[in-house]
């Protein structure tokens, strides 16, 4: 029996094509979000660093 070949492509902006999101849209996303736009500290956060992924550890690492 034959085997199939699976490729996935992956990379910066390749799921745009499929309906996905870039970086600065995913940030933008999250930012609008009313529980961050509800936190000062968390808007000013995310207004002092574009990487949501450096945002989500400080957030998760935080222990207040």
Do not use: C
């Not at 070949?5 to 970086?23: M, P, V, Y």
């Not at 979000?33 to 936190?39: I, L, M, P, T």
Request: hydrophobic letters at 40%.
């Amino acid at each position: 029996m034959p085997s199939k070949k699976i490729l996935l492509l992956t990379g910066a902006g390749l799921s745009r094509n499929f309906g996905g999101f870039l970086a600065a849209d995913i940030w933008s996303k999250i930012f609008n979000h009313e529980k961050v736009q509800a936190s000062d500290k968390l808007r000013e956060l995310m207004l002092g660093n574009m990487k949501y992924e450096y945002i989500y550890d400080i957030v998760v690492s935080d222990e207040k």
